[in-house]
């Protein structure tokens, strides 16, 4: 094998090993674990949108307004005051990442309501609750898990735009994705994608018109212009309803994108509105694109929103909410602890979480920008793979070592930059963990052993060469210890097939020896190459006669199953053989026994041959040669079709052969039963009825059976056979004891 060669063996090898490797569930989440958490590390903090900002309900501000620690127990009026804070200063969205699932002060829950109401912009959250349902007692892991959606208290879900859950998986799981749809909760729509809704109210109007341009019969049900959204409340049941249209209609979202293109609105608009195409089309989750360490949105302490006095002087906050999204809930610099901490890609060494709230406005940020993580598609992902694998088996074989090294280095080293750097501009996350970890070091390792495997070139040659003359496992015993050539026989069970080719006599006296020989290594090509197919090995070649063996321990239908194939194969690769040699036919016929064997080496002093010795392997011979009395290709002995029921057999009859003191029952083996046609049954099925009546000495009855047969097919051979000895025994009928056996003298 040439270098060349060599390398792209290496390198296949190396690209499907990363293949499995990065795409077995394994592998993938070897790859989120690893993979994607270095391209954070490298790309580090990036600036999150200006539109976005997080009001903390944090212990500061609870110290602050002299509030208890737990932000469940502040007065719900303090919340209208702030959200009348915040509208005031124009908040386009204000989202509440709290559960407001009970009553508090009535009055309190009044005026919250009331602002809730005025604003007509503030979603709040709900939780999803689960139950496990005992089905079985007895078995505890038949347990079915129901989820239910718990709303806020009903006076607040009722006058809020939207209520929506934002489900996150606890420690000790990193968190890389969140749901946009809620599959297992009747795909309910998660709190940043109802508030991303909730924001783009604005362009409401123009989404209308383009879905309308693109699909006038996508639109049902939908509230006809941004007042009708805004005062109908409930835009989560908007949000359920155009998805449901969106997946209805897999093309809008491509032909609003272009009709989008066409449209003359402002830059800002057309930014919103695709990114809401994009939300509706995406599935049902999304990798979170983290801006960086906690704290890292704009986050304003509560009180500082909603304290009497408003800072003075240098350090006046600045109150301009004015088209901004705002997110409330307890985003302190939270530690493991803590209730709402998650363990994130960023989670800081010294135990620091990103809040929930955080993560809420981070999945929010990314719908806005519409740069989500992305992992690249399926197919480019394998080829990303399967073409590195490529490049370093090639480098590893074509140069030295230490030069393979060096270069593995520097492709490793460009491959990670360009990954960060498209990790960094469009958030596309290709794959490193296995390029980098797994397929570099094994490309790399594979050339050295490569050289450890020259070096026993020559034992793997002489090998081969004896591969030629015997079979594999011979070779291997012979390879290990050589005294096994006098003393390895065994009995075993076993199926012989037999072959033997018309005409060779005649071939051979007028074909040159050299053309002979090319000529017949081309037939054995065709006769071989089925045996080793189904698992036979060939025991002996004599002339133009073959004789293959399969071998057990015990009997084995499955064994005679594939000789049986084996056969039919062979039959069909020799007819194909004989099309194409033209000149020259080399008919074909075959015979199949099974039972007891033994098969060793045979010979004496210094000569020696593998090959089965037994009973089997002279009747089989015998059988074979019976195809020319009955006009058969291929004879089988009932002991080969014993519980071997996938072909379609005729039952030729009782038969004494040549030399022979037991009869043996012989079947010709047509084809496979699925392959049968109704012509091959009713031939069948009238010889059959032929046979059956030439056992009962019903003569007339069998002549008659059987010219019927050959009115199917005029040459049938064991129609003419037995209509011959039907003939025969009608005009000189056999004695009382005769036994229906059919004798041979002569093989």
Request: hydrophobic share 40%; aromatic share 10%.
């Amino acid at each position: 094998m040439s270098r060349l060669r060599k390398a792209v063996a290496v390198g296949f090898f190396t690209g499907i090993l990363g293949l499995v490797a990065s795409l077995a569930p394994p592998g993938l989440d070897f790859e989120e674990a690893l993979g994607l958490d270095l391209l954070f590390k490298l790309r580090g903090q990036r600036e999150a949108p200006a539109e976005i900002v997080i009001v903390t309900m944090d212990k500061v501000s609870s110290n602050n307004l002299n509030l208890p620690a737990e932000p469940r127990k502040w007065p719900r009026s303090l919340h209208a005051h702030l959200i009348e804070k915040l509208i005031d200063n124009g908040a386009s969205l204000i989202a509440f990442d709290i559960i407001f699932d009970e009553p508090h002060s009535p009055d309190d829950d009044l005026l919250f309501a009331r602002a809730i109401d005025t604003a007509a912009n503030v979603v709040l959250g709900e939780y999803i609750k689960t139950d496990s349902v005992q089905l079985d007692p007895k078995k505890p892991r038949a347990d079915v898990s129901i989820e239910t959606l718990v709303p806020p208290f009903a006076p607040l879900a009722q006058v809020a735009a939207a209520v929506a859950p934002f489900p996150l998986p606890k420690v000790p799981i990193k968190v890389s994705q969140y749901w946009t749809f809620k599959t297992s909760a009747g795909d309910t729509p998660t709190l940043p994608v109802v508030a991303y809704q909730v924001f783009a109210t604005q362009v409401y109007d123009d989404f209308l018109r383009l879905m309308k341009k693109s699909s006038t019969s996508a639109i049902t049900d939908l509230p006809k212009d941004q007042e009708t959204l805004i005062a109908g409340k409930k835009v989560d049941a908007v949000v359920r309803n155009l998805r449901d249209i969106f997946q209805r209609n897999p093309l809008l979202s491509d032909k609003m994108l272009k009709e989008l293109a066409a449209t003359s609105i402002d830059e800002k608009s057309k930014s919103v509105v695709t990114s809401l195409i994009r939300m509706y089309q995406s599935p049902n989750s999304h990798y979170l694109n983290f801006y960086g360490p906690p704290g890292t949105i704009r986050t304003i302490p509560y009180f500082e929103l909603v304290q009497t006095r408003e800072p003075t002087g240098d350090g006046e906050m600045d109150l301009d909410f004015k088209g901004k999204a705002i997110f409330v809930g307890l985003s302190e610099l939270l530690r493991p602890e803590q209730k709402d901490g998650f363990y994130t890609t960023f989670s800081q060494p010294s135990g620091v979480d990103i809040s929930g709230v955080e993560i809420a406005a981070t999945a929010f940020a990314n719908l806005l920008e519409d740069m989500p993580v992305r992992p690249v598609y399926v197919v480019a992902h394998a080829a990303i793979i399967f073409l590195w694998g490529m490049l370093l088996g090639f480098v590893c074989l074509v140069f030295s070592a230490i030069y393979s090294a060096l270069a593995v280095i520097a492709l490793s080293a460009l491959y990670l930059i360009l990954a960060w750097y498209q990790f960094n501009q469009a958030a596309i996350w290709y794959p490193l963990a296995s390029p980098l970890f797994i397929q570099a070091p094994v490309a790399f390792l594979a050339a050295i052993l490569w050289k450890y495997f020259e070096t026993h070139k020559e034992r793997q040659n002489i090998k081969e060469a004896f591969g030629y003359y015997l079979p594999e496992k011979v070779v291997d015993q012979l390879a290990k210890d050589v005294a096994h050539i006098q003393s390895g026989a065994k009995i075993v069970y076993g199926t012989c097939l037999c072959t033997d080719a018309e005409q060779y006599t005649t071939l051979s006296e007028t074909m040159d020896p050299e053309e002979l020989r090319v000529f017949l290594n081309k037939y054995y090509e065709a006769v071989f190459d089925p045996v080793r197919t189904h698992g036979g090995i060939v025991s002996d070649v004599i002339g133009d006669s073959m004789m293959a063996l399969w071998t057990t321990t015990h009997p084995d239908a499955k064994e005679r199953n594939q000789a049986c194939l084996a056969a039919l194969e062979i039959s069909r690769a020799v007819d194909q053989f004989n099309q194409n040699s033209h000149a020259f036919q080399l008919p074909t016929r075959m015979g199949l026994h099974s039972g007891h064997l033994a098969l060793g080496s045979v010979g004496a002093i210094n000569h020696f041959e593998y090959r089965a010795v037994g009973d089997i392997v002279n009747t089989v011979s015998r059988i074979e040669s019976l195809n020319k009395r009955l006009g058969t290709s291929i004879l089988v002995s009932a002991d080969v079709l014993h519980q071997v029921d996938d072909f379609l057999t005729r039952e030729l009859g009782e038969f004494l052969l040549s030399g022979k003191s037991k009869p043996v029952v012989l079947h010709e083996l047509i084809c496979p039963k699925d392959e049968s046609s109704e012509r091959h049954r009713n031939l069948c099925d009238f010889f059959s009825e032929a046979l059956r009546a030439y056992r009962r000495q019903s003569w007339e009855e069998a002549i008659d059976k059987l010219e019927a047969s050959l009115q199917i097919s005029k040459q049938d051979g064991p129609s003419l056979f037995y209509l011959r000895l039907c003939e025969k025994y009608r005009e000189n009928p056999p004695g009382e004891r005769w036994d229906g056996l059919v004798r041979f003298h002569k093989k």
